[in-house]
Nanobody, 123 residues
Framework: QVQLVESGGGLVQTGGSLRLSCAAS????????MGWFRQAPGKEREFVSG???????AYADSVKGRFTISRDNAKNTITLHMNSLKPEDTAVYYC?????????????????WGQGTQVTVSS
């Protein structure tokens, strides 16, 4: 069983930045594909960004050029740097992981999920 714990959410003004982190338990973190998803009130949970065990990354079009994902296998963490934040980025952000992910954008491929962290961008 893998536990994922997100941190770093908060309230920021439009144009500001935040850094989200996800800490994972377990000794095989380096084998996991990891992703960030978000869910705004009344909306479906959507893909934001992901990173394979190889380091290959993917981004939703809505965040490309503004968000950067990275991983530190020595610390069992992934980080999402979010810049130029917009009110439409407001959501609960979830960290997810799995050894079975074939396509980072596919929510169903992820086995483990964190509890989420709130990001609010004020206009």
């Amino acid at each position: 069983q893998v536990q994922l714990v997100e941190s770093g959410g908060g309230l920021v003004q439009t144009g500001g930045s935040l850094r989200l982190s996800c800490a994972a338990s377990g000794r095989t973190f380096s084998r996991y594909a990891m992703g960030w998803f978000r869910q705004a009130p009344g909306k479906e949970r959507e893909f934001v960004s992901g990173i394979m065990s190889s380091g290959t990354t993917a981004y939703a079009d809505s965040v490309k050029g503004r968000f950067t994902i990275s991983r530190d296998n020595a610390k069992n963490t992934i980080t999402l740097h979010m810049n130029s934040l917009k009110p439409e980025d407001t959501a609960v952000y979830y960290c997810a992981g799995s050894t079975n992910v074939l396509i980072l954008r596919t929510r169903g491929g992820y086995t483990y999920w964190g509890q989420g962290t709130q990001v609010t961008v004020s206009s």
